[in-house]
């Protein structure tokens, strides 16, 4: 009779079984963890200290001008700093409501790269405009394909195999991958470029006299076909893009692959993808609120502690900078306190690409059917690998081991 070994099966986990969509809980503790943080606020500092430089560069000479992508590409929006405990109204619905109203803040890295890419189908843009669109779009790319790919991999690993990957060995991940991350999001530019150059072909002969417009007229139905094509692929690529990322971070993928996994998962379960999509924002929203919330109390409270000990007075005087000698504490405490705001930042940034890569996992689960558990073999990497020891090591030396010859007939080491 054969015996069988039981298992037990927590109840959460049978809920997370039930109801996989439950794993976009566990986004939270992966995008507090240490690395994530620092990852994200390095990149929303690149891309906001970018944004600046551009506008300095010679060739930006209309940044006055409406149509230009005139601030910062990470500049978050005002209200995210707004986020404080006094300012939530009374009632618990309407506190409610105020805390899941930040989801714009929560996709702000999408929109470093959308912001450019619409800027670029404005019409009579000058060359000066396109330069600088251009060079933000490339600018947002090369930052995130670094700084989000690692922190796709951090949580892919500790998604998939509950390991920790070090932020040396994920930014040389992704600085491998690199090519594959800016090449990804140029495959479904290059089907629009195609189309687009067949609606050009299509208004050259429109040119012809008499009979252009007439053809025009006719055949307008094919450009009509033609922009909802481009639609759906502008449209893919815009929901499409993070995914593409996080499936270079999670399957080492290249380019082609990461391109045909987003496109393949948005359009196989597209009300999935939106309910998920839906939920992270949600969920991220109520996220921000509360650490917005935990940041603001820790700057009245230090002052507070400070205050018990050096006086009301003492401290006053000194933020206020009343002699010389506070010069250099007012300086510090101003340079900490910005750095306390920052982590808000990067916590938004870290969130957005760890929701991201889990619910990449997700939808390559309910399209492939692949466990939640797999991750390649490289991303995990070697920063937790045990040595093979015992009887698994013996076995493993005697399949490396080659087999001694005679002439004639193969003989094994037991021959001898």
């Known amino acids: 009779m054969q015996l069988e070994e039981q298992f037990h099966v927590t109840d959460r986990t049978k809920l997370r079984q039930w109801l996989p969509w439950l794993h976009l809980f566990r986004s939270f503790r992966i995008a507090i963890g240490l690395r994530a943080l620092v990852l994200g ?11 600046q430089l551009i506008h300095e560069l010679p060739f930006a000479v209309d940044t006055t001008s409406p149509e230009v992508w005139s601030q910062p590409l990470a500049s978050l929006p005002p209200e995210l700093y707004a986020v404080h405990p006094a300012a939530l109204p009374a009632k618990p619905v309407e506190t409610l409501n105020a805390a899941a109203s930040h989801g714009e803040a929560i996709i702000n890295p999408v929109w470093t790269v959308i912001g450019p890419g619409q800027s670029l189908f404005q019409r009579d843009n000058s060359w000066s405009q396109l330069a600088v669109t251009w060079t933000h779009l ?63 072909v299509g208004g050259v002969i429109g040119r012809i006299p008499s ?75 109520v996220l921000l609120t509360f650490v917005a919330t935990i940041i603001h109390l820790l700057m009245p409270l230090a002052e507070w502690s400070v205050a018990s000990g050096m006086g009301n007075e003492g ?30 930042v990067g916590f938004v940034t870290s969130y957005f690409w760890t929701a991201t890569t889990v619910i990449y996992f997700l939808l390559r689960k309910s399209v492939d059917a692949t466990p939640l558990d797999a991750v390649a073999e490289r991303v995990i990497g070697t920063a937790d690998s045990l040595p093979v020891v015992g009887v698994a090591a013996a076995e493993q030396r005697e399949r490396d081991e080659p087999e001694e010859t005679v002439p004639g007939r193969p003989v094994s080491n037991a021959d001898n």
């Open 41 to 51: 606020m390095a990149a929303a500092l690149l891309i906001d200290m970018g944004g």
């Open 138 to 200: 490339l600018w947002s790319l090369i930052i995130w394909g670094l700084f989000g790919v690692a922190i796709s991999r951090i949580t892919a690993v500790r998604f998939a195999a509950d390991k920790s990957v070090r932020m040396r060995e994920s930014l040389r991940f992704s600085m491998e991958k690199l090519p594959a991350s800016l090449g990804a999001p140029l495959m479904p530019l290059l089907g629009v470029s195609c189309l687009w150059l067949v609606c050009i």
């Open 211 to 285: 009979v252009g417009p007439i053809l025009i007229g006719v055949f307008w139905w094919i450009p009509l076909l033609l922009a909802g094509v481009m639609t759906l692929i502008l449209l893919g690529l815009a929901t499409g893009w993070p995914l593409m990322l996080s499936s270079i971070g999670t399957e080492d993928a290249d380019s082609f692959e990461a391109f045909s996994r987003a496109y393949s998962y948005l359009f196989s379960r597209p009300w999935y993808a939106l309910w998920l999509m839906i939920l992270a924002l949600l969920y991220g929203s």
């Open 315 to 344: 401290l006053n005087g000194l933020l206020r900078g009343t002699t010389e000698d506070d010069a250099f504490a007012i300086v510090a405490v101003s340079f900490w306190q910005k750095v306390a705001g920052l982590g808000l």
